[in-house]
T-cell receptor, first 110, second 112 residues
Framework: GEDVEQSLFLSVREGDSSVINCTYTDSSSTYLYWYKQEPGAGLQLLTYIFSNMDMKQDQRLTVLLNKKDKHLSLRIADTQTGDSAIYFCAWGDSSYKLIFGSGTRLLVRP | DTEVTQTPKHLVMGMTNKKSLKCEQHMGHRAMYWYKQKAKKPPELMFV???????INESVPSRFSPECPNSSLLNLHLHALQPEDSALYLCASSLRGRNEQFFGPGTRLTVL
C-alpha cells in the first residue's frame, strides 16, 4: 500500500535553513510535489520535481530526490517567519489521485 | 485568472439542514476535486470529476452529493450531516492528465 512518512515538527531560527524530509513507498509516480498550508487556508503548490531529476532549485527552495532510498526533501534557505506553516509532500498516481504525506509543521522563531 | 475560489468561507449547519458548497475555476482545467481535511491531518480525497463526469468516488457516504454543472463549476450538496463531518472542505483543479492540483481556500464546515 501507499505510505508516506514526514517528521511531525521542525523549529528553526529566522535566517537559518530548514530541511523537511519525506520518505515514500510508491516509486511509480512521475512527479513529486511540495505543498504549503498556512493556518485556516488551502494548500499552495510550492514546487515539484520530475522523477528523473535529482535536484531542482527555485529561488529559496531546493528539492532533492533520492529515488534509490525513496527520499524527498525540501530545503528552504534564509527561512522567514512567513514560512511558518505545514508542509506536505505528495505524488500522483495514474488516476489523478494525489497521495499526501502526513505533514510537517514548521515553526520559525524570530 | 489563476485561482480556485470557494464559497462560503464558513458554514454552520444543523444535522437536518441541506446546504451546498461551491467551487469555481477559470483556468481551463478539466479535472476538479473535493477533499475533506480534519485538523492536523492531510487532505483526504472524496471525489474527482474529469470532463464533468464523476471518475472517482472514494466510498463517500451518500449524504455528500457532488455535482459538476459545467467545466468551471463544482458543487458539493450536503444533507443530514453528522457532527463528525465537521472539517475543512477543499476544492482543487488540474489540467487533465497532470497531477499538480491547485487548491481553493476551503470552506470551514461545522455541523451542530
Amino acid at each position: 500500500g501507499e505510505d508516506v512518512e514526514q517528521s511531525l515538527f521542525l523549529s528553526v531560527r529566522e535566517g537559518d535553513s530548514s530541511v523537511i524530509n519525506c520518505t515514500y513507498t510508491d516509486s511509480s509516480s512521475t512527479y513529486l510535489y511540495w505543498y504549503k498550508q498556512e493556518p485556516g487556508a488551502g494548500l499552495q503548490l510550492l514546487t515539484y520535481i520530475f522523477s528523473n531529476m535529482d535536484m531542482k532549485q527555485d529561488q529559496r527552495l531546493t528539492v532533492l530526490l533520492n529515488k534509490k532510498d525513496k527520499h524527498l526533501s525540501l530545503r528552504i534557505a534564509d527561512t522567514q517567519t512567513g514560512d511558518s506553516a505545514i508542509y506536505f509532500c505528495a505524488w500522483g498516481d495514474s488516476s489523478y489521485k494525489l497521495i499526501f504525506g502526513s505533514g510537517t509543521r514548521l515553526l520559525v522563531r524570530p | 485568472d489563476t485561482e480556485v475560489t470557494q464559497t462560503p468561507k464558513h458554514l454552520v449547519m444543523g444535522m437536518t439542514n441541506k446546504k451546498s458548497l461551491k467551487c469555481e475555476q477559470h483556468m481551463g482545467h478539466r479535472a476538479m476535486y473535493w477533499y475533506k481535511q480534519k485538523a492536523k491531518k492531510p487532505p483526504e480525497l472524496m471525489f474527482v470529476y474529469s470532463y464533468e463526469k464523476l471518475s472517482i468516488n472514494e466510498s463517500v457516504p451518500s449524504r455528500f452529493s457532488p455535482e459538476c454543472p459545467n467545466s468551471s463549476l463544482l458543487n458539493l450538496h450536503l444533507h443530514a450531516l453528522q457532527p463528525e463531518d465537521s472539517a475543512l472542505y477543499l476544492c482543487a483543479s488540474s489540467l487533465r492528465g497532470r497531477n499538480e492540483q491547485f487548491f481553493g481556500p476551503g470552506t470551514r464546515l461545522t455541523v451542530l
